[in-house]
């Protein structure tokens, strides 16, 4: 076992060092950070000053050395448009991103679920074949179609919901909250709901597909010979079984969330790293953008680590397969 999370954790570390390497390709390759950073009155001495500083100076192999030991200590450089820290910038609107992916997992969740059960014990049903439908639609859509359409129904037509921004938050320490006021679960509801659309229909579609295979076994029969209630058939044996690829796809999907979260982010104008990331491209902002790659890619490595890792302790057949 300790051979297995070893080759995880060091298949983890070249996926993370590649990362890195794109990266450091970014500021390579979109041009010379003096120069974005100079104005008409920075003279040739101040700029051979900042190239020094910068280390630019240096060979391509000793610069990328110094980015990933700079970026595995969460230093990323300075912004070149708002002149900050990049962490802290990032640390600014981690909150509002994973606020936003935490209330869009648990939608999908708490209506993915059921609603895979329906379509599976009501196989047929009118109803469950309008749902089937409405997965198939519910997959096809983009995110930004489904946030301008919710806009125009509950904030233009009905005006019951914001259409953008963030609502009023309160700091806990570092973090920011909108849980704990009313205009921050209000601005909540829209985002959540466009971002979760494609994960509800993913998890309702595959609660299905397991549930038709578990009700075939031979354990739901004898259950069902024992004169087991259905309910109790349905919920208590046949749907824990089925959660196991639900929990391994909702925690590989987090980090697809908060990279599908720049789309919403960006039609809510909601103040997240998704929005910040879409501010850095307009203004070729080239740290925010290589430390959001990091930051994004390290969070979705975690989880495939994680994951892999759980499963190989519950199923220890998985630990010779890798």
Same mark, same amino acid.
């Given at each position: 076992?300790?051979?297995?999370?070893?080759?995880?954790?060091?298949?983890?570390?070249?996926?993370?060092?590649?990362?890195? %390497?794109?990266? *450091?390709?970014?500021?390579?390759?979109?041009?010379?950070?003096?120069?974005?950073?100079?104005? @008409?009155?920075?003279?040739?001495?101040? +700029?051979?000053?900042?190239? !020094?500083?910068?280390?630019?100076?240096?060979?391509? *192999?000793?610069?990328?050395?110094?980015?990933?030991?700079?970026?595995?200590?969460?230093? *990323?450089?300075?912004?070149?448009?708002?002149?900050? !820290?990049?962490?802290?910038?990032?640390? @600014?609107?981690?909150?509002?991103?994973? @606020?936003?992916?935490?209330?869009?997992?648990?939608?999908?969740?708490?209506?993915?679920?059921?609603?895979?059960?329906?379509?599976?014990?009501? +196989?047929?049903?009118?109803?469950? @074949?309008?749902?089937?439908?409405?997965?198939?639609?519910?997959?096809?859509?983009?995110?930004?179609?489904?946030?301008?359409?919710?806009?125009?129904? %509950?904030?233009?037509?009905?005006?019951?919901?914001?259409?953008?921004?963030?609502?009023?938050?309160?700091?806990?320490?570092?973090?920011?909250?909108?849980?704990?006021?009313?205009?921050?679960?209000?601005?909540?509801?829209?985002?959540?709901?466009?971002?979760?659309?494609?994960?509800?229909?993913?998890?309702?579609?595959?609660?299905?597909?397991?549930?038709? !295979?578990?009700?075939?076994?031979?354990?739901?029969?004898?259950?069902?010979?024992?004169?087991?209630? +259905?309910? +109790?058939?349905?919920?208590?044996?046949?749907?824990?079984?089925?959660?196991?690829?639900?929990?391994?796809?909702?925690?590989?999907?987090?980090?697809?969330?908060?990279?599908?979260?720049?789309?919403? !982010?960006?039609?809510?104008?909601?103040?997240?790293?998704?929005?910040?990331? /879409?501010?850095?491209?307009?203004?070729?902002?080239?740290?925010?953008?290589?430390?959001?790659?990091?930051?994004?890619?390290?969070?979705?490595?975690?989880?495939?680590?994680?994951?892999?890792?759980?499963?190989?302790? /519950?199923?220890?057949?998985?630990?010779?397969?890798?």
């Amino acid at each position: 076992m300790l051979v297995f999370i070893i080759k995880k954790l060091a298949n983890a570390l070249l996926v993370m060092l590649a990362v890195a %390497f794109l990266a *450091f390709l970014i500021f390579r390759l979109a041009g010379d950070p003096v120069d974005m950073m100079s104005t @008409e009155q920075t003279t040739q001495a101040d +700029r051979e000053l900042m190239r !020094e500083k910068l280390g630019l100076n240096d060979g391509f *192999f000793v610069q990328y050395v110094r980015f990933v030991a700079n970026a595995a200590q969460g230093n *990323f450089g300075i912004s070149y448009r708002n002149g900050q !820290e990049v962490l802290g910038l990032i640390a @600014e609107r981690f909150p509002a991103t994973m @606020e936003l992916v935490l209330v869009a997992t648990i939608l999908s969740l708490v209506i993915g679920l059921p609603l895979g059960v329906l379509t599976a014990i009501k +196989r047929g049903k009118w109803y469950s @074949e309008i749902l089937q439908f409405g997965s198939i639609i519910g997959v096809s859509l983009p995110s930004f179609v489904v946030g301008i359409l919710l806009i125009l129904v %509950f904030s233009v037509t009905l005006g019951v919901l914001p259409a953008f921004g963030r609502g009023d938050v309160v700091d806990l320490g570092w973090w920011s909250t909108g849980f704990l006021t009313r205009t921050g679960l209000m601005a909540l509801i829209l985002p959540s709901i466009s971002l979760s659309l494609y994960q509800v229909t993913l998890i309702m579609r595959l609660v299905r597909a397991e549930m038709l !295979e578990v009700m075939r076994s031979d354990f739901i029969k004898f259950a069902r010979a024992r004169g087991i209630p +259905r309910h +109790r058939i349905y919920f208590s044996h046949a749907l824990r079984n089925c959660l196991m690829p639900v929990v391994t796809l909702t925690a590989m999907n987090i980090g697809t969330l908060i990279a599908f979260a720049l789309i919403t !982010e960006t039609v809510f104008q909601w103040p997240g790293m998704g929005m910040l990331f /879409i501010q850095a491209v307009t203004f070729i902002d080239i740290p925010v953008m290589a430390a959001y790659l990091c930051i994004v890619s390290f969070i979705f490595v975690f989880l495939n680590t994680m994951v892999d890792i759980f499963y190989a302790v /519950i199923d220890p057949r998985l630990r010779g397969a890798n």
